[in-house]
């Protein structure tokens, strides 16, 4: 399970703004009240909304809740916080399972896990969707250094290099933040081009791109 804490604002280069709602909280810790609507309940609600690619609408979300508007703001933030608590779980939720299904080891398990990666966001319906419908906005919410989404994707990525390196002795050819956040703005543009052959990145250009980013450093190389 991936909890709350990951996505706290301490972390590097995260908006001081940036506070987890208590929906997301709830949601992301697993915790469950089932005599009525709680906060974790209202993420799950809004969540499943976002996967069928329905707009979040806090009004009718808070009506089949059975909740007052202000309770679910109360609970989950303005919509725009709303929406990028559950942007970011979503992809979040992919990172994990790819990192977790990648065969090999060191460099080729990390390529293999973006590679994936980038697939899945390039043809996830709900992302396709939301982009469709509000645009700029999204992306603006997506790609902003020190918004509520872009550091901490950049900081799961990081910490799973760091893991690599440590089981298999990868040794990266820059720190790990400084590679993750190049791999997530290439993430942020395959995304917005769906992974369009016709369009750059290609697959094939991303994939080429990854493998010259994590090209491992040879401390025995010389001059």
Not at 96 to 102: Q, S
Not at 135 to 157: E, K, Q
Not at 200 to 210: G, L, Y
Request: aromatic content about 4%; glycine content about 8%; some cysteine.
């Amino acid at each position: 399970m991936i909890h709350s804490d990951l996505y706290d604002s301490s972390v590097p280069g995260a908006s001081a703004d940036w506070k987890p709602s208590i929906a997301f909280q709830q949601a992301m810790d697993g915790i469950v009240t089932p005599l009525r609507a709680t906060p974790a309940d209202a993420f799950a609600a809004a969540r499943e909304r976002f996967r069928q690619g329905d707009r979040i609408d806090m009004v009718s979300l808070a009506s089949d809740l059975g909740v007052a508007r202000a309770t679910l703001y109360r609970w989950t933030g303005d919509r725009d916080q709303l929406l990028a608590d559950v942007i970011t779980a979503e992809l979040l939720e992919i990172m994990a399972h790819v990192e977790r299904t990648a065969p090999g080891c060191g460099r080729e398990r990390i390529e293999h896990a973006i590679a994936h990666y980038l697939d899945v966001i390039a043809g996830a319906p709900a992302l396709r969707t939301l982009l469709a419908n509000e645009g700029d906005s999204v992306l603006r919410m997506l790609t902003s250094p020190a918004g509520p989404i872009r550091p901490r994707l950049v900081g799961a990525l990081a910490d799973a290099i760091v893991q690599e390196s440590g089981r298999s002795g990868y040794r990266p050819p820059a720190p790990p933040a400084i590679l993750a956040d190049g791999i997530v703005a290439l993430g942020e543009r395959y995304l917005h081009s769906g992974g369009d052959r016709r369009l750059h990145p290609d697959p094939e250009t991303a994939r080429v791109i990854v493998s010259l980013l994590l090209r491992e450093n040879d401390q025995d190389e010389t001059d």
